[in-house]
C-alpha cells in the first residue's frame, strides 16, 4: 500500500511498518524511524512519502541541475565554480547515479507492492514524458538554430555556419530527432535517461532477486561496450555522446545502492582507509585538472602516467571519471549525514525543491541556457552579464521549482490536499 | 551593386598596399598573451634548414577556415599572410608558404592526400588546421585522433616540422556543435608526438574577451576578417620564430 493513497487523518499501524523494514532490510536505508518523524512532527504518519526519503539526494541532485545548467552556457565565468573543472567527474555523474538511486526507491517500491506489470507500466511512461520533454527542448532548439541562421553572418565563419545546414533537409533532421538519432549538443542526457529507463524495469526485477549479480550483469555491458566499442548510432555520423552501455553502469549501481546497497557498503564508508584512498585520489584528479589550466604545470605530469590516463573519455564514462565519483560520494556521505540539520534549514531548501523536481528543472535549465547563452551572444555578454544571467537562472529554476509544488499541492499531490493515486513525481519525488 | 564592386575592387589593392607598410611590426590588436604562445616545443628541423641554406618552406593544409573568399581572399587569408610577416622578420631568408585548402575536408580525407603533398612540397614544416569539419560531421573523437596521428607521423617522417592548428572560436555556434572533445584530441596528439600546437582556439578567445574583435558582431563585409587572418598570420610567424629560435639566428647572421 502507498503511503500517499492513505486517507487523511489515517495512522498506519506500525507493525506493517517494521515486518516491511524487516523483511526488506534493502529498503531499510529509505525509511525514516517513524518515532523520528512523529517527534518531529505532530502528523508525523501523515506526512508525505517524500519525508522519507533522503533529503541528501534532492540536495546533491538539485545542485547537480544548477551546474548543469551553468556547464552549458559556454564561457561563463561562473563555470568556475563548478566541479568539472576540479576532478574528472562532473554533475552529469551525480545526475545519473541519483537518478538510478530515486527510480529504484519509487518503482522498486511500487514493484513489490504492486506486481512488475503496474511497476514497468509506471517505468515506460516516466520514459514517454522524457521523451516528450527532449522533443520539446529540440523545438526550441530549432527555433534558436533558424534564427541565427536568418539572422547572423559573417565570412569569417563561412564554415563553422555548414553546422546550419541541416535546416535545409528538415525532413531527414526532424525524423532522425524523432528516432534520438540527431541531438543538438548539450541535449544528450534525456536520450541516455530514456534508453536507461526503457531497459529499467527487467534489471529492476533482478536487483530485488539478485542484486549481486544485478550489479555483475550491468559491470559486464560495461566492460563488454569497451572491448566490442558498443553503442547507438547517432546521425549525421558517429554515435551517441553518453554511451548508455557504458553509463547504465552508474545508474544501476545507483539503483543498488538504493535497494539496500548503500547499506552492504557502510562498513566499508566507515573505514578511515577508504576514506583515505578517497580523499588521495581526490586530490590526485584536482592536481591533474590543474594541469588542464595551467599549461606550464603539464610537464610535471610523467609521461607514463599521461599515455595510460589519456584520454579520459567522457562517452564511455572512463573508470577514471567513475572511480572519482565513488571517491566523492564515499567522502560526501561521510561528511553530510542523512540526518544533517542543515537538510532542513531555509538556506538549502531551494537546491532541494529543484532536486525533487528534476525532469522539470533540468528541461529548463537545458532551455534557460540556449536562452543565456543567446543573450549572451546578441549583446556580446561581459563576465558581469555572465554572472547575472547565471543568477537569474539559478533563480527562475527555483521559482519554477516552487510553483511545480505549489501546482502538485493545489492538485491534490500534497501532504494535506485529498488523496489521489500516487505517481513517481511525489512518492519520493521526481526520477 | 555594382558600383559598390567597383569602389572595392578599386580600393582592394590600396587597402593590401598600406597593410604592407604598416606590417614591420603587428597591429596592436594582434596581440597574444604571453602564455598562449609558450611552448616546450623546439622547431629544430625549421632552425636547420634556416640554418643550412636560410630557406624555409611551409605548407599549410587545412579546411574552410584556412582560407577566405571574396575579393582576393587567398592573398588576405592567414597563409598568405604568414609567408609575408616571416619574409619581413627573416629579412634576406627564402621563404615559401603552400597552401592547401579544400572546404568541407575532413581530417581522414586530409590524411590520405598528404603523401602527394609531402612529395610535391618537401616542407620544413606543416601547419595542419584541422578538426573544425570532424567536429560539424560529428566524426568519431577516437577516429579523429587515429587519422590525426596517422597524418602527424608521416609529415614527422617525411623529415617535417608539425604545428597542429585547432578550430576559430566561434561565439555563435558554440552551443551547436561541440568542439572541445575535438581540441582535446589535438593537444594530446600534439604533446604525444612532440609537435607544437597553435592554440587558435584560445588565442582568438583572448581576442574577443579583450575587445580586440567582436566575434560576436554578424556582417557581410570581409574587413573584420581579413584583420583576424592577418593577426593569426602574425601569431603564427612569432610562433614560429620562437620555437625555432630564429631571432636569435638573425642577430647572429646579421653581425
Not at chain 1, 106 to 111: D, E, F, I
Not at chain 1, 285 to 290: D, G, N, V, Y
Amino acid at each position: 500500500m502507498n503511503r500517499s493513497e492513505q486517507p487523511q487523518g489515517w495512522a498506519p499501524p506500525s507493525l506493517p511498518e517494521r515486518r516491511f523494514c524487516r523483511e526488506n532490510d534493502a529498503i531499510v536505508t529509505i525509511i525514516v524511524d517513524k518515532q523520528m518523524i512523529s517527534q518531529s512532527s505532530p502528523v508525523g504518519a501523515l506526512l508525505p512519502s517524500s519525508t522519507e526519503r533522503d533529503l541528501r539526494l534532492d540536495l546533491f541532485r538539485g545542485v547537480a541541475l544548477w551546474l548543469i545548467f551553468l556547464d552549458h552556457i559556454p564561457q561563463n565565468i561562473v563555470n568556475w565554480f563548478t566541479i568539472r573543472n576540479y576532478g574528472f567527474s562532473d554533475a552529469t555523474e551525480i545526475f545519473i547515479f541519483i537518478s538510478g538511486y530515486t527510480a529504484a526507491f519509487v518503482y522498486g517500491r511500487a514493484m513489490r507492492e504492486r506486481g512488475i506489470i503496474i511497476a514497468s507500466a509506471r517505468v515506460l511512461r516516466r520514459a514517454w514524458q522524457i521523451y516528450v520533454a527532449h522533443i520539446f527542448l529540440f523545438t526550441i532548439f530549432m527555433a534558436e538554430i533558424a534564427y541565427v541562421a536568418a539572422t547572423f553572418d559573417n565570412p569569417l565563419y563561412a564554415e563553422e555556419m555548414n553546422i546550419l545546414n541541416f535546416l535545409k533537409q528538415p525532413d531527414v533532421t526532424i525524423f532522425q530527432a524523432l528516432l534520438l538519432k540527431f541531438k543538438p549538443v548539450n541535449m544528450d542526457v534525456l536520450p541516455l535517461y530514456i534508453v536507461l529507463l526503457l531497459f529499467f524495469p527487467p534489471m529492476l526485477w533482478l536487483l530485488l532477486r539478485q542484486p549481486a549479480l544485478a550489479l555483475a550483469g550491468s559491470a559486464l555491458v560495461y566492460v563488454l561496450a569497451w572491448n566490442f566499442d558498443w553503442n547507438l548510432p547517432a546521425y549525421p555520423n558517429g554515435v551517441w555522446f553518453f554511451n548508455p552501455f557504458a553509463w547504465q553502469l552508474l545508474f544501476v549501481f545507483g539503483a543498488w545502492c538504493a535497494l539496500g546497497g548503500a547499506q552492504r557498503l557502510s562498513g566499508l564508508l566507515r573505514s578511515r582507509i577508504v576514506l583515505g584512498i578517497a580523499f588521495a585520489y581526490l586530490l590526485f584528479a584536482f592536481a591533474i585538472t590543474l594541469t588542464w589550466y595551467v599549461e606550464p604545470l603539464a610537464r610535471f605530469v610523467p609521461g607514463w602516467l599521461s599515455a595510460w590516463m589519456y584520454p579520459i573519455d567522457k562517452t564511455n564514462l572512463d573508470v577514471l571519471r567513475f572511480a572519482h565519483f565513488l571517491a566523492l560520494a564515499a567522502v560526501t556521505v561521510r561528511f553530510v549525514p542523512r540526518d544533517w540539520p542543515a537538510l532542513r534549514s531555509p538556506y538549502l531548501a531551494p537546491a532541494i525543491r529543484c532536486g525533487q523536481h528534476s525532469l522539470e528543472i533540468f528541461c529548463l535549465g537545458v532551455f534557460l541556457a540556449f536562452a543565456g547563452q543567446f543573450i549572451i551572444s546578441e549583446w556580446s555578454g561581459g563576465p558581469l552579464i555572465q554572472v547575472i544571467i547565471s543568477l537569474i537562472g539559478i533563480l527562475i529554476m527555483i521559482a519554477t521549482a516552487y510553483l511545480i509544488s505549489w501546482y502538485k499541492h493545489m492538485e491534490g499531490r500534497g501532504p494535506t490536499a485529498r488523496a489521489k493515486p500516487p505517481d513517481a513525481d511525489f512518492a519520493g519525488g521526481d526520477v | 551593386m555594382k558600383l559598390a564592386a567597383a569602389i572595392i575592387a578599386t580600393l582592394a589593392p590600396l587597402a593590401v598596399c598600406l597593410a604592407g607598410v604598416a606590417a614591420a611590426a603587428p597591429p596592436e590588436q594582434c596581440e597574444v598573451p604571453q602564455s598562449l604562445l609558450d611552448t616546450d616545443v623546439d622547431l629544430s628541423r625549421v632552425l636547420n634548414a634556416f640554418k643550412t641554406n636560410r630557406r624555409i618552406a611551409i605548407t599549410v593544409i587545412g579546411s574552410g577556415s584556412s582560407g577566405l573568399n571574396g575579393p582576393d581572399g587567398a592573398h588576405s587569408a592567414y597563409p598568405a599572410r604568414l609567408e609575408d610577416v616571416l619574409k619581413q622578420q627573416l629579412a634576406g631568408a627564402n621563404v615559401k608558404v603552400t597552401a592547401h585548402v579544400q572546404s568541407k575536408e575532413t581530417t581522414a580525407a586530409m590524411v590520405s592526400g598528404l603523401d602527394k603533398i609531402l612529395a610535391d612540397d618537401k616542407p620544413t614544416l606543416v601547419i595542419w588546421q584541422a578538426g573544425t569539419v570532424d567536429a560539424l560531421d560529428g566524426v568519431e573523437p577516437d577516429d579523429f585522433r587515429d587519422s590525426l596521428n596517422d597524418g602527424v607521423e608521416k609529415i614527422q617522417a617525411a623529415g617535417a616540422d608539425v604545428i597542429l592548428m585547432n578550430m576559430q572560436y566561434s561565439p555563435h555556434t558554440e552551443s551547436m556543435f561541440n568542439i572541445s572533445a575535438y581540441a582535446d584530441v589535438m593537444r594530446a596528439i600534439a604533446e604525444q608526438h612532440g609537435a607544437l600546437l597553435f592554440d587558435r582556439l584560445a588565442i582568438m578567445r583572448s581576442w574577443n574577451d579583450s575587445g580586440a574583435f567582436d566575434l560576436y558582431a554578424a556582417t557581410k563585409k570581409y574587413d573584420m576578417a581579413r584583420k583576424v587572418h592577418n593577426c593569426i598570420g602574425w601569431a603564427l610567424a612569432s610562433q614560429i620564430i620562437n620555437s625555432a629560435r630564429l631571432d636569435a639566428t638573425r642577430v647572429q647572421t646579421t653581425q
